[in-house]
């Protein structure tokens, strides 16, 4: 159940202190021209931005602090404005990678994002390690909103949307029937898109995880031609010819779940990776009756750190169901071959992997460009990747589906994060906010009590 | 000149040591290299050795120190042998990332080198976050080259030729920089070369938007990405169009070196990335007359996440210079495409970066079967990186050039036995027959160079 806090008196209480702004002529600059304005934190403020009042800001420091186990990166400024980004939680090892570009960002101006970026983008690489980067660009965009008073949806171009489509994401994780339920029969997927249809969000767009991005490689027996791997492996290490047994399983799977969904509501399949191009192509056709949304990674995909546009060209010609792939894939460069050949139908980059925000949007209109559609991953990017898949969501060409919507744990994240809307999720959709920056914020006092020792200070 | 050491005296008892063996069997199973003696001592470890007498070796620890700035990984197992590998030297930050993999390790039988690797492969990338994983392979090679008594590149499928070329291109005494603009600072240069001792046949020089004092001349591009004033470290690289007293600023200086040099040796350019497309094709197109042996890196290369297979295959099919790139790039599966559509005509990948020894060997026939040459790249790997690369050069196609050498800091050679002395001869070196990499730190030594963080990295 998410808690969205909605508390303004507490988050224009923490929006002055973190700017370090005593001054009523800093307050107004921050919150609007007008009282009313001041009055609400929902009309940013336009062109009366930190950096004009006193001069350029610069970075101080970037610190890195493990919160519930999600690297959050905080980077500091001489006028005491901070910015925030979120890595994906559950990747505690990423904080010296992140600390990694400190030195390289310190003395710089945050508010020229794209400047602060070419220092470091080549400086990352094929998903984790595009992670720190990405996060990094957040936070620069989140401070250069504050200090602009904008949304950063503005600086990105401006939204062309009110409100941003999202698919189920996390909340596949929050109902099934006990959180280690994955299971491999047609029953189980059928109960499971079952509540999830009755969610309390009412997504449009349903994503399972199915044939080796599900257990069924480890489990369902006789599923492929190969020997699944033991414990101690990193994701979705099973992969190998699909035996006959193997597809039917996964077809009747499909069939179980269109039941219950109809056509009320799409469904898309995370697949792999672990199929063999021609396995691939062979579950394509026999998946063609189902009107998929789209069959995400069955070649590559989640850890694989390469593109394979070729292999794809060949499945995505191959069928109709739409062919998905690009959470692991970083900056633009990669995305090249994929979409310039149509080597895929539609690309999910993931905005805290990709190289950040910018470089998503960017991709997005390059994908546009060629009639490719977007649908971003982003199921464990935390409260502070939900906001920055919402204000780069809500830029984004008509292309665009959903993005993937992540639900925090612990549960404790929607008491220490002020600024998101209550409740967050409104008929499948994300009210895009507009308070400045990524428009979240942490209520310092509760988040102080969830730092480890060795990161006490990194609200100070 | 290098200090390399030959004392068979060290090494023989920290083989011993290292293999955890007191007997004297065990002793003529390690050094007696004689087929013959091997076929008639039932002791041999190759015919009898750990593996099959015992029950199969397990990975009990993964250690990494930093030593003179390089992240050395030691991988422990049960039976007392120890598995060692190294990163490229400035690269002390590597240390997490290296053991960001031990937990996957623990338990696996590291002879099976090619396992334990599918468990981790995919969680490295382009560098330097492919260098821990890349290193990690090495040192399985190193400990199953050790349990069989054979050195690696008989588990590669065989040395195909017995010495290995190496070529210059960093390090005091190895590459010299030209003085000066005149006739004279080009002669004096060459002359250096040419009498440094190793015999280069091929030297490498940085030039161009690789070398400093070109990329930050104003002449030399349109690119004005200026310092910011209160910056604490500026990005090493810059990129923009060229000006056309940049493309003589490189002619000149290529001139000068080819004149001095004289036809004796070959001249490699490192020289990217940072040229646009069509830059680098006028580029390439207006040193055809020097008789360069490759241009590097021109497009993408150090330090850029990505390989833009389809710009280097214009740019290769648009002159006769040949096109170089690679060290940035990991496993083969980002090879690929470079290589299918011969985007290039000489692969530099590093072994310490690009997924390890046997990675390399692979990419490496790849590359033969589309008649493409490799030069690997590894001028920061050190003295373990360089037995790295003369055990997988052995085994490499005969489409191989040579590897770049390395040259350590002078301590690196008090601390690392088995090397030979001297180790370059004639810009070859000769392949050795120890048990896996065959070469091993000098504990007593080694230690000294140890932080207190590090301090039981050998215990």
């Not at chain 1, 191959?318 to 460069?333: A, D, F, K, M, N």
């Not at chain 2, 005091?172 to 005149?182: A, L, P």
């Not at chain 2, 940035?328 to 985007?343: G, P, S, V």
């Not at chain 2, 392949?431 to 215990?459: C, H, M, Q, T």
């Amino acid at each position: 159940m998410a808690k969205a806090s909605n508390n303004f008196t507490a988050q224009r209480r923490n929006a002055i202190k973190m700017l370090g702004l005593g001054s009523t002529a800093g307050l107004l600059g921050m919150f609007g021209n007008t009282p009313a304005q001041a009055a609400n934190l929902d009309i940013p403020s336009h062109g009366q931005g930190i950096s004009s009042a006193k001069g350029p800001l610069i970075i101080t420091d970037v610190r890195c602090a493990i919160i519930g186990g999600s690297p959050v990166v905080r980077i500091m400024t001489n006028e005491g404005v901070s910015g925030y980004g979120q890595a994906e939680s559950r990747k505690s090892y990423l904080k010296p990678y992140v600390l990694f570009y400190k030195e390289y960002l310190l003395g710089e101006d945050p508010t020229n994002v794209e400047r602060c970026m070419m220092k470091i983008r080549r400086m990352g690489a094929f998903k984790p390690w595009g992670a720190a980067v990405s996060a990094i660009e957040m936070a620069l965009w989140d401070l250069a909103g504050k200090a602009a008073g904008l949304p950063v949806y503005k600086l990105l171009g401006g939204k062309i949307r009110d409100r941003v489509r999202i698919y189920n994401g996390g909340i596949a994780r929050t109902n099934p029937l006990s959180a280690k339920d994955t299971g491999i029969d047609p029953q189980y997927y059928a109960d499971t898109v079952s509540r999830m249809k009755d969610a309390k969000e009412k997504v449009s767009i349903i994503k399972m995880a199915i044939g080796f991005h599900s257990s069924m490689g480890s489990q369902a027996p006789n599923f492929f031609y190969g020997d699944p791997v033991g414990p101690k492996n990193p994701p979705h290490a099973n992969r190998g010819p699909l035996t006959e047994q193997g597809l039917k399983r996964i077809i009747s799977c499909v069939e179980a779940m269109k039941k219950i969904l109809g056509d009320e509501i799409g469904l898309a399949l995370d697949c792999g990776p672990g199929f063999m191009l021609s396995d691939a192509i062979r579950l394509c056709k026999a998946l063609e009756p189902y009107n998929l949304m789209w069959m995400e990674d069955l070649l590559t995909g989640d850890y694989r750190p390469y593109v394979m546009a070729d292999d794809y060209l060949e499945l995505t010609r191959s069928t109709t169901v739409p062919i998905h792939t690009g959470e692991q894939i970083y900056l633009r460069q990669n995305f090249r071959e994929l979409i310039e050949k149509n080597a895929v139908r539609v690309v999910g980059p993931d905005v805290a992997d990709v190289g950040g925000m910018a470089e998503i949007k960017w991709i997005a209109e390059y994908a546009d460009l060629h009639g490719i559609q977007m649908a971003p991953h982003g199921i464990f990017n935390g409260l502070i990747g939900n906001a920055a898949q919402v204000h780069v969501g809500a830029v984004m060409p008509q292309n665009f589906i959903a993005f993937e919507y992540s639900v925090a744990t612990p549960e404790w994240w929607y008491d220490i994060i002020t600024g998101l809307p209550d409740p967050l999720v409104k008929n499948g959709h994300i009210d895009v906010w507009d308070s400045p920056g990524l428009g979240v914020n942490f209520i310092v006092k509760e988040a102080k009590k969830y730092l480890s020792e060795e990161d006490k200070n990194f609200f100070d | 000149m290098t200090k390399g050491k030959n004392d068979f005296g060290i090494p023989r008892r920290n083989a011993l040591k290292m293999l955890g063996l007191g007997t004297a069997s065990g002793l003529l199973g390690l050094f007696d290299n004689n087929p013959a003696h091997a076929t008639a001592n039932k002791s041999n470890l190759f015919a009898n050795g750990l593996v099959t007498e015992k029950a199969a070796l397990k990975i009990v620890d993964l250690k990494c120190a930093i030593i003179g700035g390089s992240a050395v990984v030691r991988i422990v197992t049960n039976e007392g042998i120890s598995g060692y590998a190294q990163a490229e030297t400035p690269k002390p930050y590597l240390k997490p990332f290296v053991l960001f993999y031990k937990d996957y390790l623990i338990g696996e039988d590291p002879t099976n080198v090619e396992r334990v690797m599918m468990k981790i492969r995919r969680m490295g990338s382009f560098k330097p976050w492919g260098s821990a994983v890349s290193i990690i392979e090495t040192a399985l090679w190193d400990i199953a080259g050790k349990a069989a008594n054979l050195p690696i590149y008989k588990l590669l499928g065989g040395k195909v030729r017995d010495q290995v070329r190496c070529y210059a291109s960093y390090g005091k005494g190895i590459r010299f920089t030209v003085e000066g603009k005149t006739p004279q600072h080009y002669r004096d240069w060459a002359e250096k070369v040419k009498s440094s001792g190793y015999g280069w046949e091929i030297i490498k020089e940085n030039i161009g938007f690789h070398g400093p004092s070109m990329k930050n001349n104003p002449d030399f591009s349109y690119s004005n990405l200026s310092k910011s004033p209160d910056s604490k470290k500026d990005a090493p690289y810059y990129r923009g169009p060229m000006k056309a007293t940049g493309y003589k600023m490189v002619v000149d200086h290529v001139e000068g070196m080819r004149k001095a040099l004289g036809d004796d040796i070959d001249l490699g350019l490192d020289i990217g990335p940072g040229f646009m497309l069509f830059d680098a094709i006028k580029m390439a197109n207006l040193l055809e007359p020097y008789n360069i042996c490759w241009l590097e890196d021109m497009l993408s290369g150090d330090y850029t996440p990505y390989v833009t297979a389809d710009d280097y295959r214009q740019l290769t099919e648009s002159t006769s210079v040949p096109i170089f790139t690679g060290e940035q790039i990991y496993l083969r599966q980002n090879f690929r495409e470079l290589i299918d559509r011969h985007a290039i005509d000489i692969l530099g990948p590093d072994p310490a970066d690009m997924g390890g020894i046997s990675e390399l060997k692979w990419v490496a026939q790849h590359a033969d079967l589309y008649g493409i040459k490799i030069a690997p790249h590894g001028t920061f790997n050190g003295l373990l990186g360089l037995a790295a690369q003369v055990q997988v050069g052995a085994t490499m196609p005969e489409n191989f050039i040579a590897f770049e050498y390395t040259l350590a800091a002078p301590f690196w050679y008090d601390i690392i036995e088995g090397l030979p002395n001297p180790i370059v001869k004639d810009g070859l070196i000769d392949v050795w027959d120890r048990p896996g990499l065959g070469v091993n730190f000098i504990e007593k030594e080694a230690k000294k160079y140890l932080s207190e963080e590090d301090k039981n990295f050998f215990d």
